[in-house]
């Protein structure tokens, strides 16, 4: 999914306790490149999957298809875990949360290893304040 500018503009402040904009920005670019990188060799990484699910959630990110479905041709991104259609707000948030909680290491999403952790891990990153991102992020240097 290529990111552009409104994308950005649409994350809220307050669906990031730990982090800044600018931070969360820089990993969900980066997670997108590297998921696109992927699904070209025709591969798939379920824990990178589970953190580009929460921060599109996160960032209320609108997903196109590449074909229509049903008529459709996108939808806002769903709750990573519970699979609710409604917008990431603060109490949503909270909720996906603890659900991610209680299920990291005691159940895996089935054909998806590694999907549960990457939701935990970036919501743990964003929500609860870890510190540890879910994925490295190089730094950007200005020339």
């Not at 659900?99 to 935990?120: C, I, K, M, N, Q």
Request: a neutral charge; glycine letters at 8%.
């Amino acid at each position: 999914m290529k990111l552009m500018g409104r994308d950005l503009d649409r994350i809220r402040r307050e669906h990031l306790r730990g982090v800044k904009v600018v931070q969360f920005a820089e990993l969900w670019v980066e997670a997108e490149r590297r998921h696109d990188a992927l699904r070209s060799e025709s591969g798939v990484d379920w824990y990178l999957a589970g953190v580009l699910a929460a921060c599109r959630w996160l960032a209320n990110a609108g997903i196109t298809y590449e074909f229509p479905i049903d008529g459709r041709h996108g939808e806002l991104a769903r709750a990573p875990l519970s699979r609710r259609f409604d917008l990431a707000i603060e109490e949503l948030i909270e909720e996906e949360t603890l659900l991610a909680e209680r299920l990291v290491g005691r159940w895996e999403w089935p054909g998806r290893p590694g999907y549960v952790e990457g939701v935990f891990v970036t919501l743990a990153w964003v929500w609860r304040r870890s510190g540890v991102p879910p994925i490295e992020v190089k730094a950007s240097r200005a020339s």
